[in-house]
């Protein structure tokens, strides 16, 4: 894991400073709250429903036990003893009083995190595969990438007023668990003669307008790629939209100037810039960066493991649970465990005080100090040996953090919706939750298989439902909350938007309506190895459109 | 309106004509980019100290011709959300060159000022921050990670310096 040197020390406790100065000079008046709103924004401070929100800035998910421990000591000082996890890696607390932000954003220092430009109109935190430096199916790490693209993003001087947001994601994996095609840029690591390299996605996103990045340029050499960056930071500050805040994401440049027409304005301007202007990243720098990632002291284990195996057989519940939420790692003798924060009826995301010290506890004891957070709002520890698998389900399972549905139907992405969030229409929670309980049964939820419900409390799609294999949208009809069904979405290497299937239906038909859709699956799928997702890829919706509207 | 340049506040002695207007037979003036070009010739060759003003849609390039013969660029904040001027300022340091004083004119506001710097700026026209804090703004960071027309070495190479 990146460790901070005193530069980045100094920059972050400057941050401190100088927030608590703005903070000090809004309580006074100084500043007015329209002119507070991007400063606090820039901190990761919204006002929401109830109170103001910290979003707390996780780098590409990225943890160790103690800054677990510092966030689990944050939601029991300043909040009311639960954080949550969201879908771009953070975590967000939903009851912080303005004037703790301050001296919780010291705490967080303590430990080497921040909030800079979790929100607001600026590079935000880039994100990552959460399985980055375990997975099998990766050619490299890209955390270093992440890291570096971290530091020259912060207080970019040029680009902290852009039009709209910007997100940046990378992975290094054949499969796309990062969502890079739904992101303002896709970073795509590769490797060509020896030269490691980015395929670059410009102008993916969800919200109103979902569109799918196109590809600008197929190979950026990692010496260039900052430049290129800045590139097309720079075409979109110049010439997004500003007129229409719904229409400023690069998203709608790329699509109203033409992918073709922008990838050359980002060329023209790539190829004008002088030696001068170049970001001119010493390679010593990149081989410093790298080196904070070096795999950690692996033991020389077997693939299997005699007392897993021995443990499976004694204690189904472990067994099932292991069956649902391992991904294979790159080192044999090892695995990545996803900690399920989706326990049903629960809050998806959510995570309590004492959960998170038991999550940091398990890291540090038999984990190699190494936590993720997921884009799925799930945690992941990354390395653990089988030999020790059963001692970490047991202590995961008396937090009630067991729950076997990694990817499963239970596992859903849901934004706060209409419970906490002042833009939304609808509830996105409790339709979630009712979800759940159809399918609460191991056995049903399993046959179905891998199956992604995406759940957005309004178009602006904080729970990603365009690219939810199943995705419902809240929308509010003449004060009552309606939902809207889609079928088809997905955010990995084929990502697409998904089709909606039909007119919305009413809160209480929703969970019999998705019940329907899966049992529909259940009886065309050619067999059992054939996912939901592929089945609707080979159908299309008429089937399941059918199946739902037949009898109306 | 106050004008900050170089620590120190300082007296203005510009004056800004808008696109309809007539230029004054003296005196220090800025103009409309769109009202340079229209007349160049004959607006450069005045006995005054001539000036352009940059609306954020303007493209920094077209000054490329006039740099050399204009004595102030000011770079127009309608909105301090609006942060084009922030490119076009550092087009105009880092790619074509210009060294004259550069300007921010508009909403210009305490905690903006500090990325304004760094993008290249050197004055400051604002009534929403007094010196003090001018200056105060200007030294919260201690280091940047990246490059810009500052000139300050960025964060990457200063780990890397010798000696």
Redesign the interface.
């Known amino acids: 894991m990146y460790r901070y040197?005193e530069?980045?020390a100094?920059?972050v406790k400057?941050r401190v400073?100088?927030f608590r100065s703005?903070v000090e000079r809004r309580l006074s008046g100084d500043?007015l709250e329209d002119?507070f709103k991007?400063?606090r924004l820039q901190n990761g401070v919204y006002l929401q429903l109830h109170a103001y929100m910290l979003r707390v800035a996780i780098p590409y998910g990225q943890l160790n036990a103690a800054r677990m421990r510092k966030l689990a000591k944050v939601a029991r000082d300043y909040d009311r003893g639960y954080g949550h996890m969201t879908t771009r890696q953070n975590i967000q607390y939903n009851w912080v009083a303005l004037k703790d932000i301050p001296d919780v954003l010291e705490e967080l220092a303590e430990v080497e995190m921040h909030a800079i430009q979790t929100s607001g109109?600026c590079i935000r935190n880039v994100t990552s595969d959460h399985f980055a430096g375990a997975t099998k199916d990766e050619i490299m790490d890209p955390r270093p990438w992440c890291e570096i693209i971290r530091?020259?993003s912060?207080?970019?001087?040029?680009?902290?007023?852009?039009p709209r947001k910007f997100k940046i994601a990378v992975t290094a994996a054949e499969h796309d668990r990062a969502a890079i095609r739904v992101h303002d840029i896709g970073l795509h690591m590769r490797e060509r003669d020896g030269v490691v390299g980015f395929e670059v996605h410009v102008g993916g996103g969800q919200g109103r307008t979902p569109i799918i990045a196109a590809m600008v340029n197929e190979f950026v050499p990692e010496s260039e790629i900052l430049d290129y960056l800045e590139a097309i930071m720079?075409v979109y500050?110049?010439f997004g939209r500003?007129d229409n805040k719904y229409k400023a994401r690069i998203k709608i440049l790329v699509t109203e100037t033409g992918p073709e027409e922008f990838t050359r304005l980002v060329e023209e301007e790539y190829a004008?810039?002088?030696t001068?202007?170049k970001?001119?990243?010493?390679e010593?720098?990149i081989d410093?960066i790298n080196a904070y990632f070096a795999p950690p002291a692996f033991e020389d284990k077997t693939e299997t493991s005699a007392a897993f195996e021995r443990a499976k057989t004694a204690d189904p519940a472990f067994a099932n649970w292991a069956k649902v939420n391992l991904h294979p790692h790159k080192v044999a003798g090892y695995t990545s465990v996803t900690i399920s924060l989706k326990p049903i009826a629960g809050l998806a995301g959510d995570a309590t005080d004492s959960q998170m010290m038991v999550m940091a506890h398990l890291a540090e004891r038999y984990g190699f100090d190494d936590i993720r957070v997921t884009h799925a709002q799930n945690v992941v520890l990354p390395h653990i040996a089988l030999d020790d698998l059963y001692e970490v389900y047991r202590e995961l399972a008396a937090a009630g953090l067991a729950t076997a549905n990694e990817s499963l139907i239970t596992d859903m992405i849901v934004c706060p919706g209409l419970d906490y969030c002042n833009l939304a229409n609808a509830r996105s929670i409790p339709v979630g939750q009712e979800i759940q309980k159809v399918f609460a049964d191991p056995a049903y939820e399993q046959d179905i298989g891998k199956l992604h419900i995406n759940i957005s409390g309004c178009i602006n799609a904080c729970g990603h439902h365009h690219v939810g294999h199943i995705g419902i949208l809240g929308v509010d009809r003449k004060g009552e909350e309606y939902y809207q069904v889609s079928l088809g979405g997905r955010a990995d290497e084929k990502a697409t938007v998904g089709q909606i299937i039909g007119k919305a239906l009413r809160y209480e038909e929703v969970p019999s309506a998705v019940k329907t859709i899966v049992d529909t699956y259940r009886d065309l799928r050619t067999s059992q190895d054939e996912k939901f997702i592929d089945t609707v890829e080979r159908l299309g919706v008429e089937p399941f459109q059918e199946a739902i509207y037949a009898t109306d | 309106m106050p004008l900050i340049k170089n620590g120190a506040e300082i007296e203005d002695t510009w004056s800004f004509v808008a696109d309809d207007a007539d230029l004054p037979s003296s005196g220090c003036v800025t103009v409309p980019l769109a009202k340079l070009i229209d007349d160049a010739d004959g607006i450069l060759a005045r006995n005054q100290q001539i000036g352009v003003r940059l609306s954020?849609a303007d493209d920094p390039h077209e000054l490329t011709p006039f740099l050399d013969r204009i004595a102030l660029i000011e770079i127009d904040f309608p909105k301090?959300?609006?942060?084009?001027g922030?490119?076009q300022a550092?087009l105009l340091r880092?790619?074509l060159g210009y060294t004259g004083e550069l300007r921010a004119v508009g909403h210009v506001?305490r905690?903006?000022i500090?990325?304004?710097n760094?993008?290249g700026f050197d004055a400051y026209q604002t009534s929403r921050a007094n010196l003090a804090n001018v200056l105060k703004a200007l030294e919260?960071?201690?280091?940047?990670?990246?490059?810009?027309a500052d000139g300050q070495t960025?964060?990457?190479?200063?780990?890397?310096a010798k000696g």
Do not use: C, K
């Open positions: 040197d530069f980045d100094q920059i400057e400073d100088q703005q500043i002119e991007p400063l109109n530091q020259w912060t207080f970019h001087p040029e680009f902290a007023f852009l720079r500050n110049r500003r004008a810039q002088q001068s202007e970001i001119a990243l010493p010593a720098e410093r | 954020p301090y959300v609006d942060g084009r922030y490119s550092q880092r790619r506001l905690d903006q500090l990325y304004m760094r993008s919260e960071y201690s280091a940047f990670y990246q490059p810009a960025s964060v990457f190479s200063r780990r890397h």
